[in-house]
């Protein structure tokens, strides 16, 4: 067969579904990877609503409040502790961009490593499967999970700000350009990283 008629067949979107889907199963049953995948968007989230939370609850100081308005001149205007929560939550929706940056190379590495370490990975090249193919799938099946999770992610964040926080929280958490860097660079980001 020729590069032509193998890169059209309807063979190559099956294959490539089967590599990802097998990984997948493979990645939900390692309780470990499934722990690492999970941890860094955990540990952001919890430390991103805890400081909005404070910064709810706790007044921020006469220095503290300065420091800010010096720092950020676009906030002069508003309640210091609204000021505060809208730094803090827009400080933390920065953090949400490093998760598709860790997360999918977790279980890249754990794909090849664990691969080599079950002997599993000498007898699936003998698959029909093509190194592209398998490559490209490895990578989909790194991605995908990645993206849903720091979605996810910022899904609950975004719910729980509006619900907790200022207006300000709130206004900066769906702004747009944040929005639209959750939708558009997380999946791009996470490609980046993987490949």
């Not at 006469?62 to 420091?67: C, E, G, L, S, T």
């Not at 754990?110 to 090249?125: D, F, H, M, Q």
């Amino acid at each position: 067969m020729t590069a032509a008629v193998l890169a059209v067949s309807p063979a190559r979107p099956t294959l490539v579904r089967a590599v990802c889907v097998r990984e997948w199963r493979e990645a939900l049953g390692n309780k470990l990877l499934v722990g690492m995948t999970l941890l860094p968007p955990v540990v952001i989230l919890v430390a991103g609503i805890a400081a909005v939370a404070a910064a709810a609850v706790n007044p921020p100081s006469d220095r503290d409040v300065q420091a800010l308005y010096a720092a950020a001149p676009a906030v002069a205007g508003l309640d210091p502790k609204e000021a505060v929560q809208g730094f803090i939550a827009t400080y933390f929706l920065i953090l949400f961009m490093l998760i598709p940056t860790v997360v999918p190379l977790t279980m890249a590495i754990y794909s090849v490593i664990g691969e080599k370490a079950s002997r599993t990975l000498e007898p699936l090249l003998a698959t029909p499967v093509g190194v592209g193919d398998l490559l490209f799938a490895k990578s989909l099946a790194s991605t995908v999970p990645s993206v849903i999770v720091t979605w996810a992610a910022y899904g609950i964040y975004l719910a729980t700000v509006i619900s907790i926080g200022s207006r300000a929280a709130a206004q900066a958490v769906t702004a747009p350009r944040w929005i639209l860097a959750i939708v558009v660079l997380v999946p791009l980001l996470t490609l980046l990283s993987v490949n």
